[in-house]
């Protein structure tokens, strides 16, 4: 049996970093093993293309949700990375580390140390932000940070000029000192190129004689002995294998992998694991709960001007795009077109933002297709800090079963209120005057929408899941908790989770950048080494929030 110190199961966000990290020095062996294949496709490396490596078998679990109660019976769509750099290599590539305050409700939820200012230097560690490093901003590390075009389109600066005539707060960074308000969005392009975890952390890595990669490999489970992580075993063209850790195995297989993967060990809730037909190694309930996702919707409207990308869809104008692309790498391919955001509060009372924007110059779907004839625009808006919780579920012991996946979106009341003011509250920012000269007829959720009842029936059919799943092995010390606060898991030696599914609680803004910083703060810890410093910074909240929430002139409400 070949053994190794550290076994990394997954490479995706998590898994590069921590691939990286501990093979840094040469002392350790290190083997890190992903089901998927090569990363190296130009729709995978090309911005613009996100749509396509989401939506592709080759490259993405295609995870369905069960039938969501609350969202009219609807499946819900749950693509996770299957490739070298996972889901950072279909993501969106949006970089939004989230609000301080996010993080110091993960120390209060019992994850020690993993406050704001513990996790800032992290966050800097990782960066290579494109405008300079400062207290806030990181600009030496190996992940590429940028805004893309730097809002050339003039729908960007009038969205963001809308907010601020909406009342809210101009940001110039929301990753910085103040991420409430509207400002340039942030995204992980490094030199017009997709900077995914593979990419930045993993390549420069697997020259290394000490760090194996093997793709093709699916893990079928952990291997025990008494309370004791050994190894694992796993199939890989055609055979099964065996590998021991001499140190640990580190499960970084994701959200929806994660757990399944300790549930398919033997470890898990007891009733769920006898229904699956697994034995029971190590009774741990919380594994698969707390399930917690982003929904949004898309506020499209028609554009008066032919300015947007409705007008780049055609066959010779993506051909013209690609072409650049490969000749230059700038241009519209080398964004993901998400250039300009805002993030806002949904009602008196929120501490911190809890609603997000992103802006797109076209009006289509996630997945590429036209929304209508003609030019458009729409903004991505969604109640960033849902109470609804869920769970993933083991279905049997086969590893390629896909496991039970229920998010029970919106079955909280505050979810449901949470949803009308991103329709209000977003008819008002768009109804300012920075847009009077682009904004045409609503399309949707359409004028008609307008009561309570209106607005919750067009969100149970229209939300869509903004691809965040998380929380659902988190970091703590409570009954739920499937971590402790050095990430290893409760009641086992040997075995760790290092990924977003151990987020106590889901932050306000995309999840690349804080999986990222979890990964780079757990090695560290995995590595025996003295965290960084904690960096005690001022977090900016806008001054007389209830009156900014209001628009400074009177509000020129959509019909």
């Not at 933002?353 to 808006?381: C, K, N, S, T, W």
């Not at 045409?440 to 939300?463: K, L, M, N, T, Y």
Request: charged share 20%.
């Amino acid at each position: 049996m070949k053994r190794f110190d550290y076994i990394i199961v997954g490479a995706g966000s998590a898994g590069c970093v921590l691939a990286n990290r501990l093979s840094e020095d040469g002392r350790y062996r290190v083997l890190l093993l992903e089901t998927g294949g090569s990363d190296r496709s130009i729709f995978i490396q090309m911005p613009t293309a996100l749509s396509i490596p989401m939506n592709t078998k080759k490259y993405a679990w295609q995870f369905e949700t069960e039938p969501e109660p609350h969202l009219d019976g609807r499946r819900m769509h749950c693509p996770r990375g299957k490739v070298l750099g996972g889901s950072s290599s279909i993501n969106g590539m949006v970089y939004v580390r989230g609000h301080a305050g996010d993080f110091d409700e993960w120390q209060q939820a019992g994850a020690e140390g993993w406050d704001y200012a513990h996790c800032l230097p992290y966050f800097k560690r990782a960066e290579q932000w494109a405008f300079g490093g400062d207290e806030y901003r990181g600009d030496e590390g190996p992940l590429g940070v940028n805004n893309g075009n730097q809002m050339q389109n003039p729908l960007y600066q009038a969205f963001v000029d809308a907010g601020v005539e909406a009342g809210y707060d101009a940001t110039a960074d929301y990753n910085g000192r103040q991420q409430e308000g509207f400002g340039p969005m942030h995204m992980t392009v490094k030199q017009g190129v997709r900077s995914s975890s593979a990419n930045a952390y993993l390549r420069p890595a697997m020259a290394r004689a000490n760090l194996t990669v093997q793709t093709g490999a699916l893990v079928h489970k952990v291997l025990l002995e008494g309370k004791r992580a050994v190894g694992v075993r796993f199939e890989r063209a055609g055979k099964m294998e065996e590998v021991r850790a001499d140190k640990e195995v580190i499960l970084s297989a994701g959200p929806i992998g994660s757990p399944h993967l300790l549930q398919l060990s033997g470890i898990g809730n007891p009733d769920a694991l006898k229904q699956a037909g697994i034995g029971v190694l190590h009774p741990l309930p919380g594994v698969g709960e707390n399930l917690q996702d982003h929904l949004e919707f898309y506020f499209q409207f028609r554009c008066q001007q032919p300015i947007t990308l409705n007008g780049k869809l055609g066959l010779w104008d993506k051909f013209l795009i690609g072409s650049r692309w490969l000749l230059r790498k700038d241009g519209l391919g080398a964004t993901n077109h998400f250039e300009s955001c805002g993030f806002i509060r949904s009602k008196a009372g929120v501490p911190w933002p809890d609603l997000q924007y992103h802006f797109l110059p076209a009006a289509m779907r996630y997945d590429g297709r036209e929304a209508f004839a003609g030019h458009g625009f729409q903004v991505h808006i969604g109640h960033n800090k849902p109470r609804s919780r869920g769970q993933v579920a083991v279905r049997s012991a086969d590893p390629r079963e896909a496991p039970a996946i229920r998010f029970n979106y919106l079955s909280h009341p505050d979810d449901v209120e949470g949803f009308r003011a991103c329709v209000r509250l977003t008819r008002e920012i768009i109804g300012q005057p920075a847009l009077d000269a682009y904004r045409g007829e609503e399309i949707q959720p359409g004028a008609s929408v307008q009561s309570d009842e209106q607005i919750d029936a067009f969100v149970r059919s229209a939300v869509e899941s903004a691809y965040h799943p998380s929380c659902s092995c988190k970091m703590g010390t409570d009954a739920l908790a499937v971590v402790d606060p050095e990430t290893r898991v409760h009641g086992l030696q040997g075995l760790r989770v290092v990924d977003s599914s151990i987020f106590p609680t889901i932050p306000n803004g995309n999840l690349n950048a804080p999986t990222l910083m979890v990964a780079e703060r757990a090695a560290d810890l995995i590595l025996g080494k003295a965290p960084l410093a904690a960096s005690p910074v001022e977090v900016g909240l806008a001054d007389h929030w209830q009156e900014k929430q209001r628009p400074r002139a009177p509000v020129r409400a959509l019909a």
